[in-house]
């Protein structure tokens, strides 16, 4: 990175790094969270469609909060709203344990930060996105958004692994339901690490002077293009967010905890694995040909996998759709933000992806 250009801020490297390892124990506390959600409501007593309307509930909240926090970031520093964020994740571990009834959790599933698909959403991403692009040459940036993807999906892969924990717990005598509710309280403590990264980014005093009038401007045509584009994609990816897929393979399979964990760890890491593929090829082929033509194979796995009967073959396709499905993760967000200018980039990221 020694060879970036400098912003009018003087930024060094190390934020770049700061951005990494906050996205990294993210990663981590989403890996097991999309997986004990969905466990710890049906040890309450939820039954599949509540933990259905749950996740809807999680989903649309974290849509909104992410236009929310779009259209306002241009207006306070970046750093306040990147601690801001954490203090939500944190804040949503602590609070979900405490919680056993429909209401609340649907109240906290809408607010929080836990989202059930899994995959690079929620307030924090396009302020990341901003940053990450704003210390960035132009010839790098499908790069850097692709090393950026590749941490979070492989701490995601450890994470899923982490999600065992409750049962080899329980298997030493704690209570299960104990057990799970302590992985809520190590995603509350994740929070808490990402705010001390966080609070290490250097303040941006010169924000004040350069607010724009509004938060998409020359570029709000397209932007809405893309996102209407990105949300037919988005619709269809929510009938199958991790937090679902879970619960279908516990229900129709009696997939184990263990095993869960396992498949979602191989999952992450062919996800991890593509990333880097996905920055080559996008190289050779462009931006959009990478997302067009990893696309199609992978949604034919899905369709393939839902017809199947047999667990070896739905998670044989499955895999083979987690290493297809994400390598326009890192190409689409480098594009979106390849034609906006940069007054626009928290604004076209957050409409882009929610």
Known sequence: MAGLPMTPL??????????????ALRGFGDGFAIIILPVYLSAIGFSPQQIGIVASASLLG???????????????ELRSL??????????????????????????????GSINPSGGDLGMLVPLEHAL???ETADRDRTAVFARYSLIGSLTSAVGSLAAALP??????????????????????????????????????????????????????????????????????????????????????????LEAASL??????????????????LAGRIGLINTMVFTHIPSSLCLIAAAFSSSLTVVLSLLLVRSALSQMDVPTRSSYVMAVVTPAERTAAASVSRS
């Open 167 to 256: 049962e080899i717990l329980a298997s030493h005598g704690w209570p299960r339901l104990g057990a799970i509710q302590l992985m809520f309280y190590v995603y509350a403590a994740l929070g808490l690490l990402a705010a001390f990264l966080y609070r290490r980014l250097p303040r941006d005093h010169s924000h004040a002077a350069n607010v724009p009038k509004a938060a998409l401007g020359p570029s709000r045509n397209i932007v809405y293009k893309l996102a209407a584009l990105f949300s037919l994609d988005a619709f269809a990816g929510g009938f199958v967010v991790q937090s679902l897929l879970a619960l279908w393979l516990f229900q129709r399979f009696n997939l184990s």
């Open 82 to 111: 990147f601690l801001a964020g954490a203090g939500l994740i944190a804040l949503t571990g602590v609070i979900f344990p405490a919680t056993e009834t429909i209401v609340p959790v649907l109240l906290v599933a809408f607010i």
């Open 263 to 280: 498949y979602f760890f191989c999952s992450s890491l062919l996800g991890a694995i593509s990333f880097p593929v996905a920055a080559w």
């Open 10 to 23: 003087t930024k060094s490297p190390s934020d770049i790094l700061y951005l990494y390892g906050a996205r």
């Open 62 to 76: 974290t849509a909104a909060l992410t236009l929310i926090v779009g259209f306002v970031a241009p207006r306070y």
């Open 132 to 134: 990450l692009t704003k």
